[in-house]
């Protein structure tokens, strides 16, 4: 699996609350979660977004509640990967379970908003094609690849 997109940068702490504010929550629809994507933080977030952009940010990206509409919301307005120094632990299963591709990278840091990567999910390596600087991570286990590829768990589980 790859990845290329633009990257969109924040810092850490960024909650599920700001990723999708509550009062959008009542609704299931992802495309309507899509619109309201991390408006909190940065209103213009879903007006700069393309298909394939990659979120980046420092540690503990997620934390807060663990509402699944958080990563949907992310991966519903086109978002190919989210990548943080550290992730909360519901956040992290919660976007493996919805298929949303997350990687933890210490040099997160050294990524700005604007750069252009390319990710090789496989062998866990981030290119950065702006700043010429390669990053490694973990690659995925082959049954988190298989989920991620499906589109998310309930996927997989039909597909057997």
Known sequence: MKAVGKVHKYGSNV???????????NTADHSELAKHCMEDIDKDFVSRVNV?????????????????????????????????KSFARIFYRNAINIGLPILEC?????INSGDQLQIDFDNGVIVNVTSGEEYHTEPFPPFIQSIIKAGGLINSIKEK
Do not use: M, Q, W
Request: proline share 4%; charged share 25%; glycine share 8%.
């Open 106 to 110: 210490d040099e997160a840091d050294r």
């Open 52 to 84: 394939g952009d990659i979120i980046v940010a420092d540690k503990n990206f997620g934390c807060g509640s663990s509402r699944e509409h958080a990563p949907i919301a992310i991966k519903a307005c086109g978002v190919s990967c989210v990548i943080a």
């Open 15 to 25: 909650d599920t609350d700001v990723i999708i504010p509550a009062r959008y929550l």
